[in-house]
């Protein structure tokens, strides 16, 4: 996907953070380039230690996620975004940490680019599902029913479990062309083992999906 098209949307994103919001930023290019368009000093918690990197290179005033207060603003990407804005995410491994932060948000805005839209959820896209280490093959083999296609993540050279940065391995899963992802993720949740799901629904009230031209389109939960 172009660069041109994740800048528009970083930078439409970015005009959205208004003097005094505390922002919570997920994790990603999308959400690193906004990172870069925030004003130094802009209050962020962050969802992962790349982004927490990035916000200390942007000279951002990074803040705990301790309870006392709730975020103005959440922004996040998406590896793919559905009807009613319903999302998979998860691609780079920080799905838990981004729910948690999403979920500490008065607004949640997706920063992607236009081609992560979708007709259908899993269209052409693995489903993220972070798992527990111990016994993760029978918690794969508990999910088959409903997953029947799931392989572990592994590190970018083959080598290792991929884990996730609170310490969870993740099982990617195709989501068969008939599954309801409504229903899909409470039967998830009710599976000992899993921890989360890439399945992000109901949450975002608003995308901004950037195109090659420079053009955002902006798309609403009704």
Not at 68 to 79: C, H, I, T, W
């Amino acid at each position: 996907m172009s660069d041109a098209s994740r800048q528009a949307a970083a930078a439409a994103a970015a005009e959205l953070v208004e003097p005094g919001m505390t922002v919570g930023l997920g994790s990603g290019r999308a959400v690193w380039a906004v990172t870069e368009r925030l004003a130094p000093g802009t209050p962020v918690v962050v969802a992962s230690e790349a982004t927490h990197e990035r916000a200390l290179a942007a000279h951002l005033a990074v803040r705990d996620l301790d309870g006392s207060s709730q975020l103005d603003l959440a922004l996040d990407g998406a590896d793919e975004v559905g009807p009613g804005l319903g999302l998979i995410k998860g691609g780079g491994g920080a799905l838990l940490r981004e729910k948690i932060v999403i979920a500490a948000a008065r607004r949640f805005v997706v920063v992607a680019e236009a081609g992560k839209k979708v007709e259908r959820l899993g269209q052409g896209f693995r489903l993220p599902v972070e798992v527990v280490r111990f016994g993760w093959r029978d918690t794969r083999r508990r999910l088959s029913p409903l997953l029947p296609d799931s392989e572990l993540r592994r590190t970018d050279d083959g080598t290792e479990p991929y884990v996730t940065d609170e310490g969870h391995y993740i099982l990617d899963a195709v989501i068969p062309p008939d599954a309801d992802p409504a229903a899909l993720g409470p039967a998830l949740h009710a599976i000992p083992g899993v921890v989360e799901h890439g399945l992000f629904l109901d949450m975002a009230d608003l995308a901004l999906l950037g195109h090659p031209d420079g053009t955002v389109e902006r798309l609403e939960r009704s």
